[in-house]
């Protein structure tokens, strides 16, 4: 898929993202299952239709803003690793280590592993229409999916940017479908939902509140694209387009989804439902439904190649700076790919998949996720104060950031608030990466368990066929 290396050519990450490529990651991580299967999260909490709306859009303006101020720290520090890159530059190496210790204990493997196993839910759910499939084959069809990714990932980022470019186009084609129907039924006079929009709402300002914190995460995976930015071509124009381009898509696509559930759907027998595309689709095509199935799990095995794309690339990073043991810096001299830090992502995420239920440590991710990007935004404005000389393509207006910051600081205190026991247990796993630090990054091993880790280091090289990143000698 690729060739080896020219003599004299530099092994680093190549330019391969483009425009497209931008937009399809940033659509192809956001919209996960969640559109299809509950955005009653929103709706359960305010009761009514039109306030409902109102919340998804306000959501998706907020993560504009969010989105905005990722742009500039993107353009600023081009580096792949996304928000340990600018944590570190703002706040130093031990906050930057903490960012990359909570992805890898926290955050990544699991929501990997969940994607992957709704992916085996939504192929398996047409074969075992009433009950619950196997196990085994959850279990097998899950792995299969990762491998797979896995695989392409390692020998191609080209087909990685197709399969995403694909599987982006598809899911936004099925939302397109659903939307196409739901305008079919308007036409059909269905809408006794839309006659008091706002009857029933609820306007109390704690369930408002978590409406718009279940909103927000609906969002989430806009900052994925800065991740790799180093494989993007042209990032200061390319990285804030994308952004633009595809959280607008986003945004008017969830809308007009929420609309087309909302023709044949009441807000009470969405919030009965498990699975709101299908619910919709059983209501308007009967035994046909099995066909959005298909298109939820085409869904999210898209999103996993989002993740292990994106993600691979922060533990590339951290490995460059000796956050993480330099084989995981490693490029394919034949692929130019980070074989083995996607590898160990793949493994990680295949360990997690042998604990089926993993909303728990989700649940740990969620307080975990929203504190670093705080610190990336609080990072954005203190650079502006301490360097403010540094090279800035993009400049946004600090009202985007203070607006964000104050966003952030809101779902995390609203994640202390609903869940405290997990909130306690994802501080203290954080806690845990200070001595893991000074263990792994500030200790000077001794020449005996020095001479090991050179052993393993090189046995890997060689078994991947690759060298360390020649890009960070310079």
Known sequence: MSSSADPGEKVELKKTIGLFGGVSLIIGVIVGSGIFVSPKGVTQEVGSVGLSLIIWVICGILSIFGAQTYAELGCMIPKAGGDYEYIMTAFGSLYGFLFVWSQLIIIIPTANAVAALTFADYILQPIYPSCDAPLVSRTLIAACAVLILTWLNCVSVKWVNRIQNVFSAGKIIALLIIIAFGIFCLFQGRVENFTSPFEDSNYDPGKIAVAFYSGLFCYAGWSYLNFVVEEVKEPNKTLPRSIWIG????????????????????????????????????????????????????????????????????????????????????????????????????????????????????????????????????????????????????????????????????????????????????????????????????????????????????????????????????
């Not at 946004?396 to 247990?425: A, D, G, H, K, R």
Request: hydrophobic residues 55%.
């Open 247 to 474: 959280l607008i898509i986003v945004i008017i696509v969830y809308t007009f989804t929420n609309v087309a559930y909302f023709t044949l759907l009441t807000p009470r027998k969405m919030l009965e439902s498990n699975a709101v595309a299908v619910t919709f689709s059983e209501e308007l095509i009967g035994n046909y439904s099995w066909i959005i199935s298909i298109f939820v799990a085409l869904s999210t095995f898209g999103f996993v190649n989002g993740i292990l794309f994106s993600t691979s690339r922060i533990i590339f990073g951290a490995a460059r700076n000796n956050h993480m043991p330099n084989m995981l810096a490693f490029i394919s001299i034949k692929y130019f790919t980070p074989i083995v830090s996607v590898m160990f992502m793949s493994f990680a995420t295949l360990v997690c998949l042998l604990f089926q239920d993993t909303f728990v440590l989700i649940n740990l991710g969620v307080l975990a996720e929203y504190l670093f990007i705080a610190l990336s935004v609080a990072g954005l404005l203190m650079l502006r104060k301490t360097q403010p000389n540094l090279p800035r393509p993009i400049k946004v207006n600090l009202f985007y950031p203070y607006t964000f910051l104050i966003v952030c600081i809101f779902i995390i205190l609203m994640t202390l608030y609903q869940i405290p026991l997990e909130s306690f247990c994802c501080l203290a796993i954080i806690a845990l990466g200070i001595p893991v630090y000074g263990v792994g990054v500030v200790w000077k091993k001794p020449k005996q368990i020095q001479d090991k880790l050179d052993i393993m280091t090189i046995f890997v090289q060689k078994l991947t066929n690759s060298v360390f990143d020649e890009s960070k000698l310079e």
